[in-house]
């Protein structure tokens, strides 16, 4: 069989799946906004990605440093505005000091990566959530640990893990699940490690509404949702932080963060901690009390179970100007497809009763 064949036999594959993903253009600058569909679809919870301040440190940035940081952070690559977003990161997340990476994707791989190796020649078991993200999936097999996936959210059946473990352990979970909106038991999990003596590392990329990492626990994030850049962090104890600067691979062999999002997150950041970032919070709370009273996270879930009626009912709702994609397999499991509704502050009131309109209209219960 030639290479051809096989990617065209792949390819077919995903096809006869009704798997088939391509990739969608948004032209947000549209000459005519009002034609455009509306979005229910992307991680700029606080709409802080296209903020003027936020925007004019990027560019202004730019004319400082260049678009790009030409080289890894421990060669060339550093510059100051790294320095003070680590810093202003570390504030925010109430830890000693942060290290950021190219992304939050590789800010996973490079954590678990650094802290299995500091286990020893057996690296350490990682107990990982279920429904943790594909980055901390990935990150747990690069790092070549002992891999135990425990079911979504259950903090007994990590105590009996780590009741059991034969190596130093690591306990990973999303505090947000990315396609289900739905909360880990952060402060459960906290006790368990505590007694176990087990870390915990928590990803808190879509914790903005919380809930917040315990004390002492290993915080990934990211600066391409609530800050509106591009970018990831660990943030923790000075020796956490320093492991990862010498032995993450993630974080080593990459060109550093390009400046202007370093800036474009610093800048973010200010905005956050301003009186404008506390009214921002208060209308994404507000928003998502619209659409869903009480629903812990911007994340929320529509579970149709079924593929085709999860694509049918997506294309429905872009025919009354709606776009909320479908999410199926391989991002969740067989039989649970969805539409995954993401809230933003940057949403109207009209916007959001149109959405919850249509689904009415359309025949789907959007309440769970
Ligand atoms: N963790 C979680 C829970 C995520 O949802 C995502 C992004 N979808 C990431 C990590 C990766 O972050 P980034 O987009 O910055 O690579």
């Known amino acids: ?29 549209a000459a005519d906004p009002a034609r455009a569909p509306v979005e229910f679809a992307s991680n700029d919870y606080l709409g802080l990605s296209r903020h003027p301040k936020v925007v004019a440190a990027a560019r202004d940035e730019a004319g400082r440093s260049g678009t790009g940081a030409t080289a890894a952070r ?80 259950d ?15 690591i306990v990973v979970s999303d505090a947000v699940f990315s396609m289900d909106g739905d909360l880990a038991p952060l402060d459960d999990l906290a006790a368990v490690c505590h007694q176990r003596d087990a870390l915990l590392v928590v990803d808190e990329a879509h914790a903005l ?57 610093l800048a973010a950041l200010e905005v956050l901690h301003s009186d404008e970032g506390t009214a921002l919070i208060e209308r994404l709370r507000a928003n998502i009390d619209l659409v869903r009273r009480g629903h812990p996270s911007p994340i929320i879930p529509v579970l149709l179970g079924d593929e085709e009626r999860s694509m049918a009912v997506s294309r429905q709702l872009l025919d009354r100007g709606l776009l909320v994609p479908a999410i199926r397999p391989p991002t969740v499991a067989p039989g649970t497809c969805r539409l995954r509704v993401a809230i933003s502050a940057t949403h109207t009131p009209e916007q959001l009763g149109r959405l919850t309109d249509a689904f009415h209209e359309i025949g789907v219960d959007f309440d769970e």
């Open 209 to 265: 509404l919380g809930p917040a990492a315990p004390a002492g626990a290993i915080i990934v994030g990211t600066l391409s949702k609530t800050l509106g850049a591009q970018g990831g962090f660990v943030a923790a104890d000075r020796a956490v932080i320093d492991l990862c600067t010498n032995t993450a691979r993630s974080f080593i062999f990459t060109t550093a963060l390009a400046p202007p999002s370093a800036a474009a997150a």
């Open 1 to 29: 069989m030639t290479w051809n064949a096989r990617i065209t036999d792949s390819l077919e594959a995903i096809e006869a799946r009704g798997q088939w993903r391509s990739v969608r253009t948004l032209d947000k600058s």
């Open 74 to 153: 421990l060669i060339v690559g550093g510059r100051q505005v790294h320095d003070d977003l680590e810093a202003a990161l570390a504030q925010w997340c109430d830890r000693d000091a942060a290290l950021l990476f190219s992304t939050g994707y590789q800010a996973n791989l490079g954590v678990l990566d650094a802290l299995s190796r500091a286990a020893g020649p057996t690296g350490a078991l990682i107990c990982s959530d279920q429904l943790n993200h594909a980055s901390i999936i990935d990150g747990a097999r690069l790092a070549r640990a002992e891999v135990a996936v425990y079911p979504h959210c």
């Open 155 to 169: 903090v007994a059946a990590v105590d009996a893990l780590l009741a059991a473990a034969d190596r130093p352990a």
